[in-house]
């Protein structure tokens, strides 16, 4: 079974927010600075100029299928910072991965 996959389903049947713990802040632009936000085009883009490479292509492209099955966005975070994890109500942290647009799903 595919743990993202899983955590998906269990947060659908929770209508909990996900997070994808990865060991880095999220999703980082050229400038390796933390994005806030991402869209299915801009990760597209960021993808083509090999901005996101290697695993966090699959993390992505992991969390856009999630967003889309939840309708809601999906965060990409790391797991190294405890403290803003037990103080999300609080802090922003990670990437919010959006869903695609409804007359784009499949």
Known sequence: VNADQAATAIAGLLDAELFFLSDVPGVLDESKSRLTELSAANAETLIAKKVITDGMIVKVRAAQEA????????????????????????????????????????
Request: no cysteine; aromatic share 2%.
């Open 67 to 106: 967003a889309s099955a939840l309708g809601k966005p999906v965060t990409i975070a790391s797991w190294q910072d405890t403290e803003a994890l037990l103080n999300l109500q609080h802090h922003s942290i990670g990437t919010q991965i959006l869903p695609l647009p409804v007359e784009e799903q499949e």
